[in-house]
């Protein structure tokens, strides 16, 4: 499929807090055990303020997914490091948007000085975990039992990649 992947803009609120709740309610991915609304979408315009926040449209005009790069620790010291967050709907999976989205953010990433990208990963998103090990980021740290949804605890996973 060709998509369109481009800057996100304050009109993709609604498909990117859709995009953001259908895994609320599906997976481990988003650790959220609620829906989120326009707060939430807020957040996210604001820890990425000085860094990347793309979308991707399909070829019906719908977003398939969201990417964007913010702050590892809100202090200067920690400047050079940036967390990964990328939410890609199921049916838009293995279409390389994943990558593209990476490659985007690693070069955005290197010309503001960001040479560490870091991943928060349920343990129970294995497609996540495996993603993030063929594109180079290695494991670097695992928080047990640190997480609760729909009952069930879950292990947070960190992953590193330097760029």
Known sequence: MNYIIRPMKPED????LAIFNYFVDNSFAAYSEQNVGHAYFEKLVNI???Y???VAEAPDGKLAGYALLHAYYPLDTFRRAARVTYFIL???TRQGLGMKFLDLLIEDA???????LLASISAHNEQSLRFHEKLGFEKCGVFKAVGRKHGQDFDEVWMQKFI
């Open 13 to 16: 609120e609604r498909e990117i």
């Open 48 to 50: 990425s303020k000085g």
């Open 52 to 54: 990347p926040f793309y």
């Open 90 to 92: 199921p049916e838009h």
């Open 110 to 116: 290197k010309t503001i000085g960001v040479d560490t």
